[in-house]
């Protein structure tokens, strides 16, 4: 079972923040084919393993994150 | 000063797209749309101003506004600015459409394609394979893909589809939405908030600023021009050097979100849950989950 806070992160929400439990029980409904492209779409985005990302050092993607959430600006209109 | 780094232009808000959480609620027959006179103007302002790095077009629709924006491209061409279009692709109703639309633009650096079952309902996945093909044979135009989507299944379907329909892209956003269902009106966020937001509270940096079809311009994407209470700037300069008593001072420095709020009534129509530098502000504070939460329950 993957920390609440990787899978926080993984769905675009801030690493400080705890999911609720419906989207911890969303992402256990996945098939595998899903959680597969989910976390292989992760990786190459934040290039980075994703069995390396624990809750100790999720917060060094912080950096990346504000990156994405720059271009989540861009996208506003569409 | 503060330092405004992007210059986002809402050309108009027609899109055959009817998306229930779009937040300028753009329609197939919408019939606001920026002049000539002003999309010649603006970019000729933000094309001077060295601060303003990234240029983005955006609606609606904005190859629904082609004369607009060619213009605007044209003037800003010369200029060192990234130039950026999001689209939902509407108008790709072949390859040759593709082809004579982007004949007409000067130069373009990044494309976001929105594509989610959203955008799926009004346009066929033809026009996304018809701009796939285009982009192939112009390695100079990064592409992105954007997605919106109610629950992370949702989300998992629509990266695999892009994987199988084999689209050329180097990034995704993930756009979590709250879908109240076509014609229904969203939560504005001081409504939902205005009793949960602590007294200190500041917004974080903002770069960004946003012009709307009539010329005027905000300082956020999401504080949407069209709703009432917004500070307005009736030119660029004055935006930009605008560093007592604007928006930018009040909501950096002298006052509260929540007094911001009762003061000059700021609202829009929040419901996406993408952070961007405002809005990554109330995740990190806990107050973009107290949005989620409250308005799925409405």
Known sequence: MLSTVVIAFLLGFSPTQQPSEEIVNQWNSLSQEEVQVLVQNFENEYKIKFSDVTDENIGTLEGLESVRAMRALDMRGN | ?298
Not at chain 2, 10 to 20: D, E, Q, T
Not at chain 2, 26 to 35: F, L, R
Not at chain 2, 90 to 109: G, H, I, P
């Open chain 2, 1 to 298: 000063m503060i330092s405004i780094s992007h210059a986002n232009f809402v050309l108009g808000f027609r899109c055959k797209s009817k998306c229930s959480h779009c937040f300028v609620d753009a329609t197939p027959d919408h019939q606001i749309g920026m002049s000539l006179a002003i999309a010649d103007s603006l970019s000729k302002q933000i094309g001077a101003e060295d601060e303003i790095l990234t240029v983005h077009f955006s609606g609606g629709e904005p190859f629904a506004y082609m004369d607009a924006m060619a213009l605007a491209i044209d003037n800003l061409v010369s200029r060192e600015k990234s130039i950026i279009i999001s689209t939902g692709c509407s108008e790709f109703t072949s390859l040759a459409a593709v082809e004579q639309l982007f004949s007409q633009l000067k130069r373009v650096d990044r494309l976001w394609v929105s594509f989610d079952s959203f955008h799926l309902e009004n346009v066929p996945i033809e026009n996304f394979r018809y701009l796939n093909d285009y982009v192939k044979n112009h390695a100079s135009i990064k592409v992105g893909y954007s997605i919106c989507y109610r629950s992370i299944k949702e989300y998992a379907s629509t990266l695999l589809e892009i994987q199988r329909e084999g689209f050329i892209y180097d990034s995704i956003i993930k756009q979590p939405v709250v879908d109240f269902g076509r014609g229904k009106r969203l939560v504005p966020y001081p409504q939902t908030l205005s009793n949960n937001i602590p007294d200190d509270f500041k917004c974080s940096e903002v770069s960004l600023a946003n012009i709307w079809p009539d010329g005027t311009v905000t300082n956020c994407g999401i504080f949407a021009g069209r709703n009432p209470g917004i500070k307005r700037f009736d030119t660029l300069r004055s935006f930009l050097d605008g560093n007592s008593g604007d928006v930018f001072s009040v909501i950096r420095s002298k006052y509260s979100l929540k007094e911001i709020n009762q003061k000059f009534g700021i609202c829009t129509t929040v419901n996406t849950l993408a952070p961007c530098t405002v809005c990554k502000s109330f995740l990190e504070n806990g107050m973009l989950k107290t949005i989620y939460e409250e308005t799925a329950e409405t």
